[in-house]
């Protein structure tokens, strides 16, 4: 998956996600910036991966989640959405 490979958390949690999720993608790790150029697969697995983080955020921080992570949750959808409609109106 070219555009959504990324390395696992480290140890101490900084940039992927928390400590104790590896599956989770955080505000820090990379995203592609063109979501149409993935894969229905490749984009279902970083939408999973986002929604992981934006589940853990409600959970440890009483502000809600953070920004990237909310609009990154936001584009993906966007795209799953387009994507359905375009496979039904076909």
Known sequence: ???????PPP?????????????????????????SALSLVELQVLHSRVVCQLEHEYLVNPDGPHPVTQDRHEELSAELEARQGAASGA
């Open 1 to 7: 998956m070219s555009g959504v490979d990324v390395a």
């Open 11 to 35: 140890a101490d949690a900084g940039a992927g996600g928390h400590r104790d999720c590896e599956t989770c993608l955080g505000p820090d790790a990379e995203f592609p910036a063109e979501l």
